[in-house]
């Protein structure tokens, strides 16, 4: 928990996905806003998204990281 900087297991998880920190914290933040979020996975909600309210940059890393869909595919 020390060397990740935090103690909530879905942000570790992150982490340990190869998500910086302060992306993760930012992706969890808007992850809990979501109804239910305890009942989904967070990797299959990022996948379901083109993209969060965060800042563009942080779209940017996340679409890079293959981890949110890209605006241009249809499924």
Do not use: C, H, Q
């Not at 060397?3 to 933040?29: C, F, H, M, N, Y």
């Amino acid at each position: 928990m020390l060397e990740l900087g935090t103690s909530e297991p879905t942000v570790k998880l992150l982490i340990s996905r190869g998500i910086s920190r302060s992306v993760a914290l930012k992706v969890w933040d808007e992850f809990r806003k979501t109804w239910g979020y305890e009942d989904f996975d967070i990797f299959e909600w990022l996948r379901s998204k083109d993209r969060l309210n965060l800042k563009p940059i942080y779209n940017r890393y996340l679409r890079k990281l293959n981890l949110l869909k890209n605006s241009y595919d249809k499924t």
